[in-house]
């Protein structure tokens, strides 16, 4: 899965850009109460694809979330993923959730 944004990026060193593409991964804490949420940012998904290599975006979003196996369910990648789309629109962001 990945995250299609949309809106005002800016990348760090102050250049903006339209759009990127996030890939998402997570780690469960051993105790099963949190998720560490990762997301990688490329400039689209092509970079991604050819491994053009990340870019960094000023993007903030809080990455460790409480977790609950019977509330949020046992897809952690689709958990990852919605929280992470939930906080990026709080922030203005379009984004929508892609399937690979």
């Known amino acids: ?18 759009s990127c593409y996030g890939r998402t991964t997570f780690q469960l ?21 050819s491994g053009a290599g990340q ?3 000023t993007i903030g979003y809080n990455s460790v979330l409480p ?3 019977l509330v949020d369910g046992t897809d952690l990648l689709s ?17 929508v959730i892609t399937e690979l």
Do not use: C, H
Not at 1 to 18: D, F, R
Not at 79 to 95: A, C, D, P, R
């Open 29 to 49: 804490a051993v105790n099963g109460d949190r998720v560490d949420n990762i997301v990688e940012f490329y400039k689209d998904e092509a970079s991604y694809t």
């Open 67 to 69: 977790y609950d196996r």
């Open 1 to 18: 899965m990945a995250l299609q944004i949309t809106g005002n990026i800016e990348l760090q060193g102050g250049i903006s850009i339209p």
């Open 79 to 95: 958990f990852t993923n919605e929280k992470i789309k939930e906080q990026l629109e709080g922030q203005g962001y379009s984004v």
């Open 55 to 57: 870019i960094y975006p």
